[in-house]
């Protein structure tokens, strides 16, 4: 809906389509007041990326929420004037290249020693307070790196902590000491880290981190691809629940067992007894003791009541099973076969 609204300041009639948010700015001594109206493009739809690059475009600083950002393109668009008369650009610390830096290491002598005190009077005179959640963040290995390097009288430090609350995103820090273990500036890439008084987590994490330093000689940084052992040879941890034998044909949608025989050997009615005997027979046969696996499915033969039945020949059954070959592992069957085979 078209409307008219009339700003009180300025004295100047504004054509709106619908009011978002207004801005007060001070030019040449007088004070404006734009109502900023809503704008055609969705930059709500816009990718946090994708509205940075687009405020690195127009020249002005790209730290913050995504709501912020928004708002940002929203005004600049309704407002139409140039960033260089409604922001400054961001503040952009002076570090050396980055070939000067160099991984922090236990030989190293020249790092500037600061004390835990220097970092919580940082923090308070930036009006926040220490918190042990810097501590936590440190022992559970969210730094990634620190790197050091020297220039004008001053000591940079650079590193990388990994954010807290988002998966795979890492905010780079840069914090500038003097030799006297003050610390000058610092920048963080994170939403609050602008320099040159960054006091976000981030850069007290990477500060504490040198304060380990300068006691241990030595810092706890991330665990690196080459530092982990390999695991692709290790077994998958089974997730899902366990299931009986006799439902997975439900979970197949039939109730058919499956046979890898060709269909002319299936269902064929002495096929148990021939491949029971194949069985008893291989183990009788085998001058190497081998035994196959499915002889355990078959129940052991008892030779001794043998011995206690009347028959006609020279040995006994134990002894004409032990030099055939056929132990405890043969069936009780055959030996019923044998004696009805001496019987006849």
Request: hydrophobic share 35%; net charge positive; proline share 3%.
């Amino acid at each position: 809906m078209m409307s008219h609204k009339r700003c009180n300041r300025t004295k100047t009639s504004l054509r709106c389509v619908s009011i978002v948010f207004t801005t007060v700015y001070e030019l040449e001594g007088r004070c404006l007041k734009y109502c900023v109206m809503e704008s055609n493009v969705k930059y709500g739809d816009w990718k946090l990326q994708q509205l940075r690059e687009e405020l690195k475009k127009r020249g002005v600083k790209i730290s913050g929420r995504k709501k912020e950002l928004v708002e940002r393109l929203v005004g600049l668009d309704n407002l139409g004037r140039t960033a260089a008369q409604i922001l400054e650009p961001e503040y952009v610390m002076a570090v050396p290249d980055s070939a000067a830096y160099q991984d922090i290491h236990a030989g190293m002598s020249t790092i500037v020693k600061i004390t835990q005190q220097r970092l919580i009077d940082y923090l308070h005179s930036n009006e926040k307070e220490y918190e042990r959640k810097v501590e936590e963040m440190y022992i559970q290995r969210y730094v990634r790196f620190i790197r050091v390097a020297d220039k004008d009288r001053l000591q940079f430090i650079r590193g990388s902590v990994w954010a807290e609350m988002k998966k795979n995103v890492s905010y780079n820090v840069d914090i500038s000491i003097d030799k006297n273990a003050v610390i000058q500036e610092a920048q963080c890439d994170c939403a609050v880290g602008q320099g040159p008084t960054a006091h976000c987590k981030h850069v007290a994490c990477i500060i504490y981190c040198v304060i380990q330093f300068g006691i241990n000689k030595n810092i706890i940084t991330e665990v690196t691809c080459t530092q982990r052992l390999q695991t692709f040879h290790h077994a998958k941890a089974y997730k899902g629940s366990p299931m009986k034998a006799a439902k997975l044909h439900d979970v197949r949608g039939h109730t058919s067992r499956y046979d890898p025989r060709p269909e002319a050997f299936r269902n064929q009615k002495c096929y148990p007894d021939n491949f029971r005997n194949a069985v008893i027979n291989f183990q009788a046969s085998s001058n190497r003791g081998e035994k196959m696996p499915v002889l355990q499915l078959y129940q052991p033969a008892d030779p001794h009541p043998t011995n206690f039945m009347h028959d006609y020949i020279s040995r006994s059954d134990e002894a004409f099973l032990q030099k055939s070959k056929v132990h405890s592992e043969v069936s009780v069957s055959i030996t019923i076969n044998y004696l009805i085979l001496i019987a006849s």
